[in-house]
């Protein structure tokens, strides 16, 4: 691939450990953190929503987050009423629903009123996307696709937002990358203290690691210093990190490989306890999906003969 702009110099990131759902964290000067008090088993601390600007640039928003009234109003705040546009990583719940409402705020301040400012970006949800998790942006935002605005300090060169296709744990997931400034935003593909759940079928395993292996050669060469999630802290070191997460899938594979051969005629109900013995029976149903997942993938690469 084409080297992308290395930073040579990386900027200090500042990420107190403590959660702040009210204000927004300023990680750099022009990157905040505002995270949605929706914290959860599936959420963590909850979904972190991000703003890419200054008030004098005007700022994207990046994954607005799920339809929490009190989250959206704090984001347009934080905004101070300028938002150029507002980006999903993928359509599940608790990330895309507050793009709507967030846009109406500043459509409903605009005079006069434009339906074209503040576009929804992403990719379309997929056929095999849940109900819940139907999503259809204003514009597509394809892989490869660039987001350019001023940089706010009015002396460096210009911000850019590039779209990266991850598909694994949704069909239409998008990573984005910061380009020069070294972080990219992972969404759900890349957590911050677990591993996302892949769930068929808009989740795919094999994509899930093809993706992982993807940003492994953007970091490299795009001299990536942090992965910022859309659950937890920043992590530095994204190719360690990137490597332990595709490990650790490989090494519950080849569990999931071990139970079935051990036990052949069983199904996923059967394996299930095996698999996942070193996790608390409570999490099982959610690690399930992700099991099913491994299954689709074993039989597409005909890794299992009974």
């Excluded at 930073?7 to 905040?32: G, I, N, S, Y």
């Excluded at 914290?39 to 200054?54: D, V």
């Excluded at 990573?175 to 996302?196: A, Q, V, Y």
């Amino acid at each position: 691939m084409t080297p992308l702009p290395f930073m040579t110099t990386p900027a200090p990131l500042f990420d107190p450990p403590e959660w702040q759902h009210l204000q927004p964290v300023a990680l750099r000067p022009h990157v905040l953190r505002l995270t949605c008090p929706n914290a959860g088993l599936m959420t963590g601390p909850g979904t972190n929503s991000y703003l890419i600007g200054s008030s004098a640039s005007g700022f994207w928003v990046i994954d607005p987050g799920p339809a929490d009234a009190g989250h959206v109003q704090r984001l347009w705040q934080a905004a101070g009423g300028h938002i150029r546009a507002i980006v999903c990583t993928h359509s599940h719940p608790d990330h895309a629903p507050a793009a709507r409402p967030l846009q109406a705020l500043y459509r409903s301040a605009t005079a006069p009123a434009s339906l074209t400012a503040a576009p929804i970006l992403g990719l379309p949800s997929a056929a095999t996307a849940r109900e819940n998790s139907h999503f259809y942006p204003d514009q597509v935002m394809a892989d490869g696709a660039l987001l350019d605005m001023p940089h706010p300090d009015g002396q460096s060169a210009p911000l850019r937002l590039r779209a990266l296709h991850t598909p694994g744990h949704a069909a239409n997931h998008l990573c984005l990358l910061l380009e020069g400034d070294g972080l990219l935003f992972s969404g759900d593909h890349i957590l911050d203290g677990s591993t996302t759940v892949i769930d068929p079928p808009d989740g795919n395993m094999s994509d899930y690691l093809e993706s992982l292996d993807r940003l492994a050669e953007v970091c490299h060469h795009a001299g990536v210093t942090h992965i910022l999630p859309a659950h937890g802290h920043a992590m530095a070191q994204p190719l360690p990190t990137i490597e332990r997460l595709r490990r650790h899938r490989l090494q519950r594979e080849a569990r999931v490989l071990s139970a079935m051969r051990a036990l052949p005629s069983g199904q996923a109900d059967d394996w299930l306890p095996v698999v996942y013995a070193d996790v608390p029976p409570h999490l099982w149903p959610v690690a399930r999906r992700s099991l099913l997942a491994h299954l689709q993938r074993i039989e597409a690469l005909g890794l299992f003969k009974p």
